[in-house]
């Protein structure tokens, strides 16, 4: 637990030996070190000859830590709780500071009146060498020690500094605030961070950053659980204040599992209140609606200042710490706001998505939440009710699937042996029939229709399949530079294919021949698109991080990092009336036995059983893009590049 000096923020340090050390009967020391140069004595009771000889014995112990042992430090000597002395203790000390060469300045706080006055005599008849100061506390203090002090104070963690920023410090003597952050207890995700701090053993703040999702939620509670484990036995977290400014949003599931995990921690550990600060007006209209549910106090902050005194507020304890917090003013009700809240419930239409505001209403109203609350529940049903239908469709397009995919691997496998044996004797017929016979062209025109078929009997049993083939981490870039290479040779020189590859070392698992062959059904897909007009096939790989814009994009797909491969073209396009129609299987708008209608069905499925994600973006006389996500993973790759067989027919 680290100290600090709430003041300048300096670290302070000290011993056990060094605090409430009762050197006599009616003399206790205290020492603290603050920063690398200043000595803060603060002594109790009455001090006398005997009793004074072993503070300045400990003093001396105390400056061996300070400045590195030799250097030159200030001292401040605060006399909050010093009764008295006697004379032959005032001569000694005087003495004792003289001798000392490493103390360079002197500072009182604190002091009667008689010692004001009784220093400002030994000023005058130069009874001490040395620089005194008197101040009025230790703010004063410590304040003109810095001004005195060679020490640079090295930066603070922006964390650590907003906290103690926060303390608008008013007492007369030093009261360390005490600081404790470990490196294991912070979150760090490609979209969601959270970086802990314990405040005088018993308040958790937390700062969160980026998108909360649900799977978040576990890892937030594992911080608290490492927090508590850090801390002295039979302590407690009594308090969690949360700075939610930095967050950019959090899911609707995200919200609820947080608060549920809130009250699951209070089952298991008590505590008093939670405070969030900062945060934005969904979250806090959801922590007004669940305010009345929670077994502990729920507060809205400005922020940590505000935070910070209703933590003091309800510890009703005499801190020497005054946090000043304007007061708002409550607008008063009247008739009318009645009747605009209960119109703007009457008039909403339940079924129709959107929340249509019937007045306005400010944030000093005794209303406000109650009209944001109800616009939540709104937005939240809303979204309810979207994600009902995108599952109910997904539900149809998957059970149409399943069905098609059953029907066709039955019918593909008794395909596959039927063109096994006209393939067969027709390589045997070959054999027996010279060329120059008018049946060998026949002949040869049957093998070829033969190999076509059995290619799209190849992509019908991919599709059916239920199983894909063992994935294994792949270096994904040298894959798709295979499948170009073959492909160049394979479409017309009319037809350019640029290449743009940021990334080179990106591993993901997969099945290398699946991965070819998808790039080659997209590229084969546009080049027949274009074969009339000529034009551009662009491949692009890169690195991406889903995060909560692109995620409405891939709603099926979790944060994080994924490869992104891109195949565009600059043909005719993609009708609007079609485009939700081209991933279903024996779909074609090419002519009859120029496209099986599999080509997009199988791209889709071999994409899906990656763990990724397909969308298509087109418009008439624009081109068509492709493009696929595939989940990143930290494995060492096989290498192994596929072999290209025989290029298949596009869709």
Known sequence: MQQYCPIEGFKVFNKPEWIDQNVSDKLVANYWIIGESII???????????????????????????????????????????KGSNSKARKYFIQTVNENKRRKS?????????????????????????????????KGAITHAKTLSDYVQKPVDPVIYNILESFNYTGNSLLPVELLSEKYWQIETPEFSNHAVVINKNILHSTSTGFLRSKHIPLIDDMRLKCLSSLP?????????????????GSRSAR?????????????????????????????????????????????????????EFVHHDQKKSLPIKLKVKEKKISSINQKDIENLLALIGNMNWE??????????????????????????????????????????????SQKMESIGTLTGGIAHDFNNIMGIILGNTELALEDVPESSPAYSNLKEIKTASLRAANIVKQLLSFSRKTGNKLKPIHITPVIKDALRFLRSTIPTYIEIDQDFSTTDEIILADPTQINQIVMN?????????????????????????????AKTYPNLEGGNYVKVIVSD??????????????DPYFTTKEIGKGSGMGLAVVHGIVKNHGGAISVESSPGKGTKFTMLFPLVKQEPVVETPKTKEIPRGS
């Open 256 to 308: 609820f599992k947080f608060m549920q995990s809130l009250r699951e921690w209070y089952n298991k550990f008590p505590f008093k209140m939670y405070i969030t600060y900062k945060a934005n007006l969904v979250t806090r209209t959801a922590f007004q609606i669940a305010r009345p549910m929670m077994p502990f106090k729920i507060k809205i902050a400005k922020d940590l200042a505000q935070a910070l």
């Open 352 to 397: 129709v998505e959107g929340f249509k505001n019937s007045f306005e209403i400010s944030e000093d109203h005794p209303f406000f939440y109650i009209h944001q609350s109800i616009k939540l529940i709104k937005e939240e049903l809303d979204d309810l009710f979207a994600d009902r239908t995108r599952l109910e469709g997904q539900l149809q397009q």
């Open 522 to 550: 997209l590229c084969i897909n546009a080049s027949h698109a274009m074969e009339q007009t000529g034009g551009n096939i662009k491949v692009i790989v890169e690195k991406m991080i889903l995060d909560d814009h692109s």
């Open 570 to 583: 600059t043909g005719p396009g993609i009708s609007p009336k079609i485009i939700d129609q081209i991933f």
């Open 40 to 82: 803060y004595s603060r002594p109790e009771g009455f001090s006398h000859l005997q009793g004074l000889r072993k503070v300045m014995a400990l003093n001396e112990e105390v400056a061996a830590f300070v400045s590195g042992g030799s250097n030159p430090y200030i001292q401040i000597e605060d006399y909050s709780f010093l």
């Open 106 to 138: 002197i500072i009182f706080c604190n002091t009667t009146l008689p010692f004001n006055i009784a220093i400002k005599i030994g000023k005058k008849f130069n009874t001490t060498n040395k620089y005194v100061h008197v101040a009025k506390n230790y």
């Open 233 to 249: 036995d039979n302590s407690t977290l009594d308090y969690i204040i949360v700075n939610g400014g930095e967050l950019t949003g």
